[in-house]
């Protein structure tokens, strides 16, 4: 049974994209401002919000610190904006269609001026509608916003040119508050222009009015009608910060979702490229549905730590983890040697050894991919792929001789550019695999069964410079198409086993073992295509090689040379390989590899030539050939250092102002190159009429975590942040209404009641969105029930509706009989605030629009109601406001503040009604006020709802690709370490980067089954419960790796039923050690508790007795990354060498160090001398068992 060491690679380890600006960065950055400022005004800006991401600074004209994004901002809300102010054109050429209607059905005085003043501004507004939809609006929105404002307010005040006008100071007062709303909502104008225009209407119009009705000339009455004027100028502010915020929030979040999904992308092109280093895609999907099974059932961990608990297990008990291995027929296999490349590596250092392995690799890897066959792995300079696995494919055999001849090809092109001499042996055998992943750390795909070996033992027999195959692989080749030579017969390891029982009287227990057949199989040569002959002198082949098989080009001895047979590894061989002995393969021996020579990077010939590659790192230059790090030199002169450090803090902010603009264009290119993109700022996914979102769950999510937003938890753009803004202008809004109330109206119980009650309310609803926004962790933590029960979304609704419907309530808790008969013209006062209040329900953008427009249409109702109810009985005043010969009109000096009942009077006149009387002229009049009124606060808070919802959407996609996004990250370094360490892959982020570093004092030790291959047997489901058994091993030898009292020692690779780990390897890890040799200590310590795992093992297995052998060494070992698209990291050097010596020459069941090593390990475990054995290339060594760990042994 054939098995590979630890492969893994990608083109690009790491794939580097621009960063984003991080969102979490939200607060002022005042560190560059450090002495400019003392110590309590930093505290006090840093705890200020700003806006949004990337905000100015400024809060009276929001804008992002960048003019492109500013720019791009203004391109692509620019529809959504002009679909407002469409729709606000619209709403206006209807209420001046009604007023036409009014005005036409009352034929009062004036009534025709006023009609034709009518149609004049509808007709206006009507072009100024048509002119948004051509292209000179967008260059000329300004100016249109201007010119409809001053139409607005011009038409609202012109009606005072008259002295006896048909529209009531109610009327007016309405359609003023709502021309302001419209300035600051959906009117595009700045800021600066909105407030300037709007206040200067408000004073004209107050003005104009006091002129106009004496009643209303009282400085208490001018006072009210001003802080009526100022509330409505406050959620004005408010409403257009918040739109001008949000919008910009809304643009960076979707900047940010495209930025996501770009990284996404290349973070699922890494992840694949990880996938296919380590295995084919579709053996990865099934390695990481078994992951995140394990994650979400950790039921496996507890199985498995119940095996290797020291508690007494039952005979025969055991229970597997779950194991991916496939049976596939009519796979073809190729492996490939490196002849000559012992001589070649003999006078190289390491760095460009590595160099050297990955240039050629890389052109093994393209003819990989090129000829259809899939990368195993890389053992030393074995090259090992194969073809129909894990996908079948008919032309297979093809394959692997196509690649075959073309390495051979290749190898001779690399001579060409290396001045070298190296050729390469390739054998290729066509049979049955199993192929999957064993163990859980480190691991890769790769494929097990005898005909696996039978193409190793082909290569290994194999000549220089052709290729040789199996009768096997033959039979699915057209002979018509190579030159073939008969190649000698070769032994067949695919013998039929007899399981038998076998007595141990020494144990008095039976043991299982196998006997078997010998047979051999022809074999062939292709030596090219037909008509083609190899000019092997012209392409500079050493024509002395030699052209036995096994010969060794260019080295000194032939590989397989009986001379350099080790009976002791002979006797307790692994698996059942090819069984021709060598010389050690990076520290593994050729009985443990079932193959291979002293090529594969042998270390142990001249350990002193390797050098320490050093990682590329811009701080370093070559000079004279040697590396020298300038950031080591030191100024002496002390102003040149600070002005090299004033400098480079300078550089450092070009870089990060550089690397923002570079940023933001990269967030602009992203978002124009998708449509979608750009549609998503004016369609977003929504319902047109619930506006719940049409995307199945996002609903559900929304109502559950609208408050929540995971890039601006400290931006006024938060939804926390914005709640509590909102409750402080409620706040506002209530307390200037209640002001009012206090100075307009009588002073009565109900009213003092309700605003006592509000008034507490308020304080809640404030300290509530306060503590939400200082103390939400803390308040989750004292009552999770109680937060989440608040931030709910019905609760949440439920109490919007309550405190958005204060003001209403509060001016309502007023409505008494003395309001009626008062000659100041408390009626029309109370009127007008009930329209202010009206307008308050568009201050809570957070809320369900429905539930506000429903509840403001109930407020609406109400007052219409009034108007249609005579509440109280009042005594006729005829001196009052007469209406001269039995006609409606009236004077503006009066605005028929009438509080008496319709009474005849002599000579045919009438008295005006009162106005809550149910018979008062101004119904009608108010009705239309209230309908156009309601209609324009739905219309408000749908769209901010709408762009709630946007900004909501932008977040969560955002947020889901990231999380997509660092699952894939994580995915693909969980991928990544398997196959290199940590410490390693952080240095391997460029492209092409080799990494090979000399380590001092490192640990290393093989631990072997040394008995598996008798264990092993294909006729019982081709052997793969065999390797379920290995796997379960493995995976409980990797369990003890998760112990910190292990972090130093991690496991290099597996090779069939042989664990190779090392300690020592991070430098970091080592460093923290409080003893210099702990990471040594803790090796040894770790290959006690493999003893103790396989112990516990064969009492979970009937009639199985598992023989682990253990070899340790320590000392100087090189380690390095090989390969360019599957990547191996791998450790090389004499002490590996004879770490392996250790083990294949140890004592049953025993851990066998050398002298050296016990020097350093007696200080804390205690050992026997075994005696002195014979080391090839060492001569002899003296070697000691481990007794075991001293009682009063400490080195943590």
Known sequence: MASNGNTKG???????????????????????????????DKQTWVKWPILFERASGSW????????????EQWEKSFPQTRRRFRDILFIILVSCLAWSVFFGIRQNAHWLDFLIGSLILLFLIALILGFTFTKFYKRFYLLTSIVLSVLLCGGILAQFLYSNSLVSTVGTFTASIEVLFMMYTVIPMPLFMSIGLGVTHSILYEVLVAVRNEHMQQPIFIIGKALLHLCVHVMGIHIFLMSQVGQRSTFWKIGQSVMAQRELKNEKRIKEKMIHSLMPPSVAQEVMASRQDKEQNPDEDSRSKKRNSRSKNVKGEIIFRPFNMNTMDNVSILFADIVGFTKMSSNKTAAHLVGLLNDLFGRFDSLCTNSGCEKISTLGDCYYCVSGCPQSREDHATCCVEMGLGMITAIKEFDRDNNESVNMRVGVHTGTVLCGIVGRQRFKFDVWSNDVTLANTMESSGLPGKVHISEASLSFLNREDYDLDEGPDVQDNRTYKVLIEEYDTSKSTYAVRHTEEQKVIKTYFINGYKNETTKEDDEGVDPTSSNQPGADSGTGHAEGNPDDLDETSEKHRLSNHFESKSSDVNGITRNLLGRRSVSDISLEQDNGKIESLVIVDPSLHIKNGSAVRTGDTKLTNETKESSTIKYKKEEETRDSEHGKYMNDKQIIKLINEDSTNQEFFYKPPINVLTLAFSIPGMETDYRDHYLEDTQNQHTVSSPRYQALLEIIVSFIVFFITSLCCFLIFERQIPWILVFLISFILEVLCLVQAFTDVKYQEKKGDVCHSCTHLMSGWFFRNLTGAVVTSIPVVAIYSNLSCEIAVNRFSQDHFFCYCIVMAILHYCNFTMISSWVKSIVASLAGIVILVLLYVQLCIFESTPEMNPIINGSFGYSNTTDISITTMVTTLAAGATQVPPLFSGSHPLQFEIILDIIILLILVFFLNREFEISYRLSYHGDTQASANKQQMQLNKEQADWLLHNIIPKHVSEQLKGENCQYSKNHKDVGVIFAAIVNFNEFYDESYEGGREYLRVLNELVSDYEDLLNQYRFKDVEKIKTITSTFMAASGLNTQSRMENKHPHAHLFALLEFSIEMQEVVK?????????????NIGYNHGEVTAGVIGTTKLLYDIW????????????????DRIQVPEASLQLLEEMFEFEYRGTIQVKGKGDMKTYLLKGKKDDAHWE
Do not use: A, Q
């Open 1096 to 1108: 516990r093992f064969n009492e979970s297995l009937f009639n199985f007795d598992f023989i682990l």
């Open 1133 to 1148: 050097g004499d002490t590996v060498n004879i770490s392996s010596r250790m083990y294949s020459t140890g004592v049953k």
């Open 10 to 40: 990608g083109d690009n380890l790491y794939l580097t994209t621009m960063d984003t600006i991080d969102p979490k960065t939200v607060c002022l950055d005042l560190e560059g401002e450090e002495n400019d400022m003392n110590g309590s």
């Open 60 to 71: 009276w004209n929001p804008k992002f610190d960048s003019h492109i994004l500013e720019r």
